[in-house]
């Protein structure tokens, strides 16, 4: 290749050093996530074909769920991300301390949260849901609650793995503030995925 | 981030308010049974609220160049209808053929 050519090329094509104003990390984790996001926006968007196409009435979710419990999830894991929020911008202005007590708080409410969703499954189990059929009505209602929680779910746990380990080295001060960033984005992502699944799923 | 060196945490308590507030208020729409249309309205309109603020607020998008924030709610809202559109529509075709 010419010399010219590949300043041609690097002109067009290059982007730069950082062509959205932001270090490698955080594009890449914002690609990651917006990846991850079409695969919640592919299943949100079966969930709402399933419920348009069933020959059946679909069952009032205040009738299957307890709306209260669901509200008191939501309740965590938004304070979880207004936790994580507060570390991300601590560890960026160096204060190491309020950022890992911070974190302990922001996974404290992830463990709750899965608990309560651990609770939930059992609870509607010992009821009858199953993948194939369930008591309220159309097998397809407890398909999209199983395959939507669960994906969630593991999402949560995967972020809990991710802010332990990031509390973990920030107690031994080898996390750089970039690093607490990267783990904040994606729970705070874990935690707009619910937004939807709240509203979508739950309420309407 | 820290606005006119005001307190750095603030925006996150009160982000954390307003999301609560926006839930109560889903929740109460739909505890008072508001007819359908403008219960779905309601609750879409408000949901987009709180993916808004979690995403400026929280992820920071707000102070990131507006070409990231364009290509993270665009790519997902565009491809989001496309697909929903071509489930709604494609598939149900596809079904109805298999089933004849």
Request: charged share 10%.
């Given at each position: 290749m010419h010399a010219s050519e590949a300043a041609v090329l690097e002109a067009h094509?290059?982007?730069?050093?950082a062509p959205f104003g932001a270090t490698w990390q955080k594009t890449m984790m914002w690609i990651f996530i917006v990846t991850d996001g079409l695969l919640f926006s592919g299943l949100l968007c079966g969930y709402g074909f399933l419920r348009h196409i069933v020959p059946v009435p679909w069952p009032h979710q205040s009738e299957v769920f307890s709306i209260p419990f669901i509200a008191l999830m939501t309740f965590i894991l938004i304070t979880s991300s207004m936790t994580m929020g507060t570390a991300v911008t601590a560890a960026r202005l160096g204060d190491g301390k309020r950022a890992l007590r911070n974190l302990i708080f922001t996974i404290i409410g992830g463990l709750c949260f899965l608990g309560c969703q651990a609770y939930e499954w059992t609870h509607l189990i010992e009821e009858g849901a199953r993948l194939t059929g369930?008591?309220?009505?159309?097998?397809q209602f407890t398909q999209a609650f199983f395959v939507l929680t669960g994906f969630h779910g593991s999402h949560v746990f995967s972020g809990l793995v991710i802010l332990i380990i990031t509390a973990i080295r920030t107690s031994m001060g080898k996390t750089p503030a970039q690093g607490v960033e990267m783990a904040g984005l994606y729970w705070h992502f874990v935690d707009l995925v619910w937004v939807f699944i709240f509203t979508l799923f739950y309420l309407l | 981030m820290n606005e006119a060196g005001g307190n750095p945490y603030r925006i996150y308590r009160v982000t954390w308010i307003i999301l609560l507030v926006i839930t109560v208020a889903m929740l109460a729409a739909e505890a008072f049974h508001l007819p359908r249309f403008f219960l779905i309205v309601f609750l879409l309109a408000f949901m987009m609220v709180k993916a808004s603020m979690i995403g400026g607020n929280f992820m920071h998008l707000r102070y990131e160049r507006p070409s990231l924030a364009i290509m993270v709610a665009s790519g997902i809202l565009v491809t989001s209808l496309i697909l929903y559109a071509f489930i709604s529509g494609e598939t149900h075709h596809i079904l109805e053929r298999l089933s004849n």
């Amino acid at each position: 290749m010419h010399a010219s050519e590949a300043a041609v090329l690097e002109a067009h094509w290059g982007g730069g050093a950082a062509p959205f104003g932001a270090t490698w990390q955080k594009t890449m984790m914002w690609i990651f996530i917006v990846t991850d996001g079409l695969l919640f926006s592919g299943l949100l968007c079966g969930y709402g074909f399933l419920r348009h196409i069933v020959p059946v009435p679909w069952p009032h979710q205040s009738e299957v769920f307890s709306i209260p419990f669901i509200a008191l999830m939501t309740f965590i894991l938004i304070t979880s991300s207004m936790t994580m929020g507060t570390a991300v911008t601590a560890a960026r202005l160096g204060d190491g301390k309020r950022a890992l007590r911070n974190l302990i708080f922001t996974i404290i409410g992830g463990l709750c949260f899965l608990g309560c969703q651990a609770y939930e499954w059992t609870h509607l189990i010992e009821e009858g849901a199953r993948l194939t059929g369930n008591p309220w009505g159309p097998p397809q209602f407890t398909q999209a609650f199983f395959v939507l929680t669960g994906f969630h779910g593991s999402h949560v746990f995967s972020g809990l793995v991710i802010l332990i380990i990031t509390a973990i080295r920030t107690s031994m001060g080898k996390t750089p503030a970039q690093g607490v960033e990267m783990a904040g984005l994606y729970w705070h992502f874990v935690d707009l995925v619910w937004v939807f699944i709240f509203t979508l799923f739950y309420l309407l | 981030m820290n606005e006119a060196g005001g307190n750095p945490y603030r925006i996150y308590r009160v982000t954390w308010i307003i999301l609560l507030v926006i839930t109560v208020a889903m929740l109460a729409a739909e505890a008072f049974h508001l007819p359908r249309f403008f219960l779905i309205v309601f609750l879409l309109a408000f949901m987009m609220v709180k993916a808004s603020m979690i995403g400026g607020n929280f992820m920071h998008l707000r102070y990131e160049r507006p070409s990231l924030a364009i290509m993270v709610a665009s790519g997902i809202l565009v491809t989001s209808l496309i697909l929903y559109a071509f489930i709604s529509g494609e598939t149900h075709h596809i079904l109805e053929r298999l089933s004849n």
